[in-house]
């Protein structure tokens, strides 16, 4: 049996004549987990039409993960239902996009892949994503965010000198390395689209992504600036003035105070005497300077540093708790963070000067048979 779940729009702030620039673009997900559902929200927040298809008792709509289903409709199908299979080819037919995230292959096997995709709609944007890619000698293994990045260099540039590699949560990979730049490729084959009128297909993969996301770091490390051993070179912890500090308190601060003039703030703030310290970008002196901002950080509460470094161009900020971001005075003032049926989440970005997308709708919640979508 096929069927759809359909929503009510969520109702805050915004008409029914607010439309994102996506409006009018329809896009099939085929289900996955990670950046898959991840690249289908981005999608829907700018205002696509997404559909995402799952198998039968796929309780994400219900889940924990709900939230990042916002703003879709969702179809039920049995991908060993020569039936079920027909009715979603039936929908590639009306749509522009169809993304997806299995191991190469197993889109082909359920009779999915792009050669039958695009046999039925030769204007289909065919969205593909994948961890190592379409080919390679891993492309069939398995493989989460740590792997991908592992792979790279990015993840062993990630931690404190001597220390093991910090894994970043799986930010690196799965999205920043993955669904952003799905994106990024089914955007730009959507507009070159308008000018060939033919579709094509997507390899997004994360081993692509990451390294792209690196490419500065790649340059410094080819000029002999940058070192392979983490937690010694400027951005790694290697200085002490791009690192975090403990306060009175057991909370933190990030300091970045990069530029010469900013780190001159920071030692103003800090009532620190320049000469007294080594010189800035003295390698040889950063165990000095980083005891020393260590020892003063741990004097003051994180809100009294907050206090005193408020307004002054020393890269100083809180480090925010999730629970404690939702209350942060600048993300409240940008509206950072909306309700989505009723569960605090990131609101749509970026941000249009016209086609401003409304607040997402909530996870749907009740079926329509699958006649109704697209009709």
């Known amino acids: 049996m096929f069927h759809s779940w359909v929503f009510a729009r969520y109702p805050r702030g915004f008409t029914l004549t607010d439309k994102g620039p996506l409006d009018g673009v329809r896009i099939i ?18 205002g696509a039409d ?13 889940g924990p993960m709900a939230p990042q289903l916002r703003g879709r409709t969702i179809v039920q199908a049995d991908f060993k239902n020569p ?19 299995f191991r190469p292959g197993v889109a082909e096997r359920l009779g999915l892949g792009p050669d039958a995709a695009q046999a039925r709609n030769p204007r289909l944007i065919y969205g593909r994503m994948t961890g190592w890619g379409q080919d390679g000698p891993r492309a069939q293994q398995a493989g989460h965010d740590i792997n991908y990045i592992g792979l790279t260099g990015a993840l062993n540039g990630i931690g404190r000198k001597g220390e093991r590699p910090l894994p970043p949560i799986n930010l690196l990979g799965d999205y920043g390395g993955g669904s952003v730049f799905l994106v990024l490729g089914i955007l730009a084959a959507l507009y070159e689209r308008e000018r060939s009128g033919q579709g094509q297909i997507v390899d997004a993969a994360m081993v ?11 340059s410094l490390h080819q000029a002999g600036v940058w070192s392979d051993e983490r937690g010694t070179n400027l951005l790694d912890t290697g200085m002490a003035w791009y690192d975090t500090y403990r306060t009175a308190d057991d909370k933190f601060l990030a300091v970045g105070a990069f530029e010469p003039q900013f780190y001159a703030e920071l030692l103003r703030v800090l009532e620190l005497d320049p000469e007294s310290l080594p010189h800035q970008m003295d390698r040889a002196g950063q165990d000095i300077l980083r005891k020393t901002f260590t ?12 206090a005193l470094f ?3 161009d020393a890269c100083v900020t809180p480090i925010r708790t999730w629970t404690d971001a939702a209350t942060d005075a600048h993300l409240l003032a940008r509206g950072s963070l909306v ?21 997402p709708e909530p996870a749907p919640t009740t079926l329509t048979p699958i006649g109704e979508i697209w009709a």
Request: charged share 20%; no cysteine; net charge negative.
């Open 310 to 312: 408020d307004g002054v």
């Open 339 to 359: 309700e989505v049926g009723g569960v605090l989440q990131p609101a749509p970005a970026p941000r249009f000067s016209r086609s401003t997308p409304p607040v």
């Open 295 to 306: 020892e003063r950080f741990a004097t003051k509460t994180q809100d009294e540093w907050a």
């Open 208 to 218: 692509d992504g990451a390294l792209t996301l690196a490419h500065s770091i790649w």
């Open 29 to 46: 997900e085929l289900a996955s987990i990670g950046p898959g559902p991840h690249a289908g929200m981005m999608l829907a927040d700018l």
């Open 83 to 101: 039936d079920d299979v027909a009715a979603v080819l039936g929908l590639v037919e009306k749509a522009d996009v169809l993304i997806e995230g």
């Open 50 to 62: 997404v559909v995402r298809v799952q198998r039968a008792g796929d309780g994400s709509a219900v």
